[in-house]
Structures are given as C-alpha cells and as structure tokens.
C-alpha cells in the first residue's frame, strides 16, 4: 500500500510539474505541503508512524524511524541474576588509574612451595557459598536474584583475630569457598561457571579483617587449565579501597611465591581416569594497611554495569550523538540487554550511505575475558574521538559494534559460558535462537547486513590465559593461494604498524573442524573475507587501547 500512495503521489506531482516551467515560493511552498500531507496519508493508511518518507532530488526515498526511547539511561539499570543466585546490595566500584612504569613479572626463584589441597578435614571453613550446580539448568531470573534473606556464607563468630572476612556474591564475583588451613593462609575453592561442572580461571573476590605486613597466602586448587601466564611470571591483582581514597592508586599486580602447578593428591572416587586433573595457583601477598577492604581478581574486572555507566555516557553527549547511535539487539537469556552500537558520519543523503563498507566488532563472549572489554573501550573512545583518523573512519565506513556479547556470564562470574551452560563461542551456526539469543542475533544482524553492503572486516575480542603479545586467529582459503595471503594481509599489517604490541609470528591461520561455530569461522563462511579472533594476553594492561588496530583501517 505504501508503495502504491507514493507512486500515485509521484505521478501526479510529476504532472503538476509539467504543466509549467516556472518555479516560486508559492509553488516552493506547496510542494514541501503536499510531501507532509503524503506523509500524514502514509501514516493514516498503513496505521503507523514509522515510516519515514525523505527526498533525495525530488525523488521519495522510504526508510523506518527508529523506536523512541530504545535505550535510555536515565539511570543504571540493575542486572537480572538467576533467582538461585545470593546477591549483597553493596555497590562495587573500582577507579581506574595508570601505573607510573610497567608493573615487573614475577621472578621464579626455584624455592615456591607447592602446598597440597588440605581441604575441610584440616581446616576451618570461613566463607562458603551455595554450590553452582544446586539446580541443573537456568530456569528464571530478577533483578537481585533470590527473593530471600541473604544467609551468612562464614561459618565463625569471633573475627577478632583477623580471621579474613570473605565474599563473593556481587557482580562478576566468583569464589566458592576458602578454608583456613593456617593462620595466615587459605585455601580457596572456585565456582565452576553456573549449571556446568567446569571451566574455573576466572576469580574475583573481596577481603576484609586483615592484618598490615603479615605475609598471608592463598592458594587456588581447582583450576582446570594445564597452564597459565602464571607459569611466566604473572601475578594476580590486588585493589585496596584505602589506597584509591588516599593515594589515587587502582589495580595493581601484587604477590610473591607464585606457583602454578598440578594437584599430585587429587582426590577422585574409585580411581576414575574421566575426572580431569585440577591445578592450583598459589601465591603470597602483604596487605598495605589494617582492616582494609580488598579485592583480589585474575584480570582487571570490567563489568556489565560498568558498560552501562560507559555507554551512557557516550550516548549523553550531543556531540557524538551525531554520528552514533546506541540500540538494543536482543536480550539474553536472563533479560539483560544485548546492545549494539552504530557508528558512521551522517551522509549526504540517505541512498550515499549504503555505499558504505561495514566493519564489525564484537566483544567479551567469554565473560572472564575481561582484557577484551578494556580493549573494546579504548577502540571505542577512538573511534568517538574527535581526531582527524576518527573522522576519516567514520566517514568511510559503517561500524556495527556489539560490546558485550555475554551479559549474563559476566553478571554471574563465569569464566566462558552463558547461562545455556555452554560456550557461545562455539555456538553461531546454532538454529536455536531462544537458547543462544546473543550469538544468534549477533549473526543475523551480520546477514542482514551483508545483503545492504559489503562487510570488509569482523574482529572478535578476546583474552588469552596462555599466550603473551597481541595476535590473531584468521582463517586460511586452501583453494586459492590469492586469498590465502589476502587474509593474511590485515595482521602483518598489525604488525607492522604497531611492532611493540602486535606479533604477527604468534598469528595462526587455521580452519578446524572443532572451531566451525566460532564467530571467526562462521562470519568466514558468510564470505567475510578478513574475519579474525583478536587475542590479548591476560596481563595486559587496564589502560591497554585498541587505537593502533582501528587505526589501519585507513589503508
């Protein structure tokens, strides 16, 4: 019908036209009454005022106006939790800041003691939470999680002794259980990632009740990964809240007599050779003050509502409103918001800018992964930027960038899955739209695209546990040799361009059969021809950007 109204508008204006050669303000005028009277027809005609009708030379051009007040900040919006899930009403919030000098690895000196898992029998447990596998399955969510009281997770009523005060249950915290297996030493239990019995890395809890100077030790036994840039000398990190009022001093990397290493008593019924070997992380630190409150995480923590904060802020200002707009792509399986931000200068005229390649960006899909989001930050505060490299970005391409693709892992402390108990990132071929919402999207919202403009470029955001330097994983065509150095083309341009950060040696090209459902190979298969899984090391800095990268897109 809306087709029909304006040719018939057409035609007619088009007669009106020709019954005379001269122009006036009259006319002028009548002409710009009549397009708002189409408008108003359209509207009343088809029972809606989304459609848009804009001119380009007189000619009609339909687009859809996009819903009022689909994202809106007015404030920060709690996180849904799992209803299973204990939730502490304090609100965590950490300052950034940038260390003077690089902070130092840790050097082995061949004398760390590996101390065996003690367990219960052999210790006192001070802090423990609900296991993570209490229901078999996600069920339903609300803001806060459980309805009940929130129960005491100590099991101990004198904390005079500076017994250490845990806790755990707040955004993106994970920590299970910690006994106390000496006076100043713990013994601490991570939560696998919820309704899985698996994938423990990520860790992020509070301390309190210590005493200044006392060199305490913790110690991790139920990781899962055979190795870890732990083994290379790095440490884990350490907030005091006293520091950052005082001193202005965020996150830093602490710790001495770090070990990473294999359980050598690991306990499993009946000898079964299926149950994985578990590995510990143990490490010792001196707190800097007295009845501190501390934070102690595997990789500088970045949360959802943090981006909430981040993502306000950009769409608060007038400035970068123009050329960016912020909408909601779906919601996850809790019902947290998914978001996707568009960013491109405005064109002349709406047919000029679908002639726009497309660049896409995602990021965070594995929730412990915090490096990816620190990254996706710094590329975009660039590309927001004011500078001229920006704008020349902005005017050339059309970026559709989705910041956090897993909210509800990182909400809950998982370290990889989603609320599905599964892996994401091995999930984009799925069919299962109300099981996989944010993966599934994300790639229809990449078809869709494709079928406007050409997509030159998919970049996911990632960290890697293992491996040190910035790289890429891409995808190799064995079939034609052209296409095989094509895409290889883009990270030896990384690092040529940004040597001291970029190491194209540690990029692998490689399409197994077990990666099909990354979004690497499946935006590939789409045709994406440069589509890469850019890795950064967990040790990389809270102030790490992504400037260099976005930067070579200008050639």
């Not at 202005?248 to 990473?260: D, E, F």
């Not at 559709?400 to 909210?407: E, H, I």
């Not at 090209?509 to 459902?517: D, L, M, P, T």
Request: hydrophobic share 35%; net charge positive; proline share 5%.
């Amino acid at each position: 019908m809306a087709v029909s109204a304006i040719r018939n508008w057409w035609n007619t204006h088009q007669l009106d036209k020709s019954d005379t050669n001269d122009s006036n303000t009259e006319e002028d005028e009548e002409e710009l009454a009549g397009r708002r009277q189409l408008t108003i027809n359209l509207s009343q005609t088809l029972r809606t005022r989304q459609l848009l009708v804009d001119f380009d030379g007189g000619r009609p051009v339909l687009s859809l106006r996009a819903p009022l007040d689909l994202v809106s900040f007015p404030s920060i919006s709690c996180p849904r939790w799992p209803i299973e899930c204990e939730v502490i009403s304090d609100i965590i919030q950490h300052i950034e800041w940038d260390p003077a000098e690089p902070e130092p690895f840790y050097k082995a000196t061949g004398h760390e003691r590996t101390p065996m898992p003690a367990g219960d029998e052999r210790g006192k447990v001070v802090y423990c939470i609900d296991h993570a596998t209490k229901r078999p399955f996600f069920s339903c969510s609300r803001v806060g999680g459980n309805r009940g009281p929130i129960k005491s997770a100590t099991s101990y009523d004198n904390q005079t002794d500076f017994t250490l005060e845990f806790e755990s249950r707040f955004e993106s915290g994970n920590l299970q259980k910690a006994v106390q297996v000496g006076v100043y030493d713990y013994e601490l239990t991570l939560r696998t990632d919820l309704y899985t019995r698996k994938h423990t890395q990520w860790f992020y809890f509070r301390v309190r009740n210590m005493k200044a100077g006392v060199p305490y030790r913790f110690t991790i036994v139920n990781l899962m990964k055979s190795s870890s840039l732990y083994v290379q000398g790095m440490r884990p990190l350490l907030y005091s809240e006293r520091a950052a009022e005082e001193k202005g001093v965020g996150w830093q990397r602490t710790g001495a007599n770090i070990r990473y290493y294999r359980n050598c008593q690991q306990n499993t019924k009946d000898n079964n050779s299926d149950t994985p070997p578990l590995f510990s992380l143990t490490w010792t630190l001196q707190f800097p003050s007295d009845s501190d409150t501390c934070y102690l995480a595997h990789c500088y923590p970045y949360t959802y509502s943090h981006l909430q904060r981040y993502l306000r802020r950009v769409s608060s200002n007038p400035a970068v409103a123009s050329y960016c707009s912020l909408r909601v792509l779906c919601h996850s399986l809790a019902g947290n918001a998914v978001y996707v931000v568009t960013i491109t200068s405005r064109a002349g005229s709406r047919v000029e800018g679908r002639t726009k390649k497309a660049v896409v960006v995602t990021a965070r899909v594995h929730p412990g992964e915090t490096n990816g989001s620190w990254m996706m930050e710094g590329f975009l505060d660039f590309l927001l930027g004011d500078s001229e490299d920006a704008q020349l970005l902005r005017d050339t391409f059309v970026f559709k960038v989705v910041p956090m693709l897993n909210p509800d892992g990182v909400i809950v402390g998982n370290y990889r899955c989603s609320l599905a108990g599964r892996d994401l990132n091995r999930n984009y071929k799925t069919l299962l739209r109300d099981s996989f919402p944010c993966v599934w999207h994300t790639r229809n919202m990449v078809e869709r695209l494709m079928a406007e403009t050409d997509v030159v470029l998919y970049c996911d955001f990632h960290g890697h546990n293992r491996k040190n330097n910035v790289f890429m994983y891409g995808c190799n065509n064995r079939g034609d040799a052209s296409l095989k150095l094509h895409e290889r083309l883009f990270p030896l341009m990384m690092s040529k361009n940004a040597g001291d950060k970029f190491s194209f040696k540690s990029c692998k090209f490689r399409v197994q059969k077990s990666k099909e459902g990354t979004g690497r190979i499946a935006m590939w298969r789409l045709g994406i021809k440069n589509s890469y899984t850019m890795e950064a090391p967990s040790e990389a800095p809270l102030w790490a950007t992504g400037e260099e990268h976005i930067l070579l897109l200008k050639t």
